[in-house]
């Protein structure tokens, strides 16, 4: 894992390490690999520097666990790979923005940044030595402004869970508090639903499926206990 002074950053940006991500597995179809299937599988030398900086920037932005000689894709990769462009986005927000080093740029310089402020940042903040930084600022540089844009989306969304729970299970609904703009989506266990934003005719349709489904239920169980 590079480091920038008292920081570790990943080598690779995330759309390039989610797109290899989403190669391993188009070619495993499993989120447990040995590692030497991994390398085998992306075309890399296992032991290869390239093949470790990918591994380490995988790790980096929480998309996959190692030990063991195994890769594991975290929930937080599966989210990533699967889930819809909403939960996809989201996945991608947060793994940029608990990065301190993407976190604290974003903070001081916002989305761009020039080498020279760059070179400021490490040796100021990071505490890394003229000549590192001199050496560094560039490629750190390449890497905050290709991901940086995440941090911003990460910032502006406000979709928060609110949580409860009732009976058996877990619900959580999730709402944007800002004009209201995202979609309503609604989770009881295995049970998944996502209304669009601002749509009636949705809501309306989504209420009568439910009503029909607890009709059936009470029936059913009136059936039983005859």
Known sequence: MPKAGKYDYPTYDIDYVINKLRKLYEVTKTDEVD????SESLGMAERGGGFANLISSMEK???IQTGGGKVTVTDLGKLALYGTAAE?????????TQIDLFRELKQVYGVNITIEQMKAFLRQKALVDITEAQKIAPKVAAIYKKVSNYI???E???ATPTLSTEGIGRREIMQSDVDKV???KIQYG???IQIPPNDLKAIDLAREALEF???RIRNQTKKEKQ
């Open 35 to 38: 590692r030497s299937v991994v």
């Open 156 to 158: 502006k969304s406000s």
């Open 213 to 215: 489904m607890a009709e």
């Open 152 to 154: 911003t989306s990460a």
């Open 61 to 63: 932005y929480g998309f």
């Open 182 to 184: 995202q979609s309503l």
């Open 88 to 96: 996809t986005e989201q996945a991608r927000n947060t793994a940029v």
């Open 190 to 192: 295995d049970v998944y």
